[in-house]
């Protein structure tokens, strides 16, 4: 098992900037591929960013490429999100994940999901 835990969503207006932290505990966070997915309201989920254990592959959706960025601290077990220049349509509730599956954009492969933090931009 794998528990996840994010923070650092919030309410920001347009332009503004965000940090997301998703703190892991269980078994080896180094041994997993993380993604970052999200969910507006009244809309399917899906995928920010996501990346490889040894950080060595990173994908970003096509929306957020060059506002978001992923990263991961293995000693601290915590992986990030940076957004910036923040949209409207970047509201949503932000989820991080696990999985052993390379195929980092596929959301049914992941095992492991926290509860989620929300992301409010204000226009």
């Known amino acids: 098992q794998v528990q996840l835990v994010e923070s650092g969503g919030g309410l920001v207006q347009t332009g503004g900037s965000l940090r997301l932290s998703c703190t892991a505990s269980?078994?080896?966070?180094?041994?997993?591929?993380m993604g970052w997915f999200r969910q507006p309201p009244g809309k399917e989920r899906e995928v920010v960013a996501a990346?490889?254990?040894?950080?060595?592959?990173?994908n970003d959706a096509d929306s957020v490429k060059g506002r978001f960025a992923i990263s991961r601290d293995n000693a601290k077990n915590t992986l990030y999100l940076q957004m910036n220049s923040l949209k409207p349509e970047d509201t949503a509730l932000y989820y991080c994940?696990?999985?052993?599956?390379?195929?980092?954009?596929?959301?049914?492969?992941?095992?492991?999901w926290g509860q989620g933090t929300q992301v409010t931009v204000s226009s």
């Open positions: 994940a696990a999985t052993l599956n390379v195929l980092l954009t596929k959301r049914v492969l992941y095992d492991y």
């Open positions: 269980g078994r080896t966070f180094n041994n997993y591929h």
């Open positions: 990346m490889t254990a040894s950080s060595s592959i990173t």
